[in-house]
């Protein structure tokens, strides 16, 4: 069964910095695609980034983009999303998912629904202070 762990969510000020962090079952490294959601209070869950299974190539949501970077350690089977710049909007409990690797898109890159990811960890909550 595979297993997605999130940590390292917390309180931050307004323009600080904060590191995720997403432990996985070994075997899921070779051939997922992983990503980051987030969810805000009474919003819908929203993509917030994605690595692809093989080579690195990344996806960002606009919201976040030259602020998140995702990355991953395959020899750790862990990927990561160090999120700077934050601010209070960045409010949410964010997940850790992956995704089968035929779903990232020669076009399109990552899959951005939710309903993609057929594996999922249990959420970190981020707050960001004003």
């Known amino acids: 069964q595979v297993q997605l762990v999130e940590s390292g969510g917390g309180l931050v000020q307004a323009g600080g910095s904060l590191r995720l962090s997403c432990t996985a079952s070994?075997?899921?490294?070779?051939?997922?695609?992983l990503g980051w959601f987030r969810q805000a209070p009474g919003k819908e869950r929203e993509f917030v980034a994605a690595?692809?299974?093989?080579?690195?190539?990344?996806n960002y949501a606009d919201s976040v983009k030259g602020r998140f970077t995702i990355s991953r350690d395959d020899a750790k089977n862990m990927v990561f999303l160090q999120m700077n710049s934050l601010k209070p909007e960045d409010t949410a409990v964010y997940y850790c998912?992956?995704?089968?690797?035929?779903?990232?898109?020669?076009?399109?890159?990552?899959?951005?629904?939710?309903?993609?990811?057929?594996?999922r960890g249990q959420g970190t909550q981020v707050t960001v202070s004003s």
């Open positions: 998912a992956a995704c089968g690797k035929n779903w990232w898109s020669v076009v399109s890159g990552a899959p951005r629904s939710w309903e993609k990811y057929g594996y």
């Open positions: 070994e075997w899921i490294f070779s051939s997922y695609n």
């Open positions: 690595i692809r299974w093989s080579g690195g190539t990344t």
